[in-house]
């Protein structure tokens, strides 16, 4: 018997990237939280670079 793997919605992902940026808790503690493995929580400094979604300047 195999089991499904669960599809994480984009809101969800949204909200957990957001408590990562937070910075309240530890990734481990979010990963607690919302019942996800470790490294379905997104690292605040690699994986939310700001820097790429802005305009370039000439």
Same mark, same amino acid.
């Given at each position: 018997?195999?089991?499904?793997?669960?599809?994480?919605?984009?809101?969800?992902?949204?909200?957990?990237?957001?408590?990562?940026?937070?910075?309240?808790?530890?990734?481990?503690?979010?990963?607690? *939280?919302?019942?996800?493995?470790?490294?379905?929580?997104?690292?605040?400094?690699?994986?939310?670079?700001?820097?790429?979604?802005?305009?370039? *300047?000439?």
């Amino acid at each position: 018997m195999t089991k499904k793997r669960r599809a994480l919605s984009a809101a969800f992902k949204a909200k957990v990237a957001l408590a990562a940026v937070r910075g309240d808790k530890t990734l481990s503690e979010l990963a607690a *939280q919302f019942e996800v493995h470790f490294g379905d929580v997104p690292s605040p400094v690699s994986d939310l670079s700001l820097e790429e979604n802005t305009p370039r *300047q000439r």
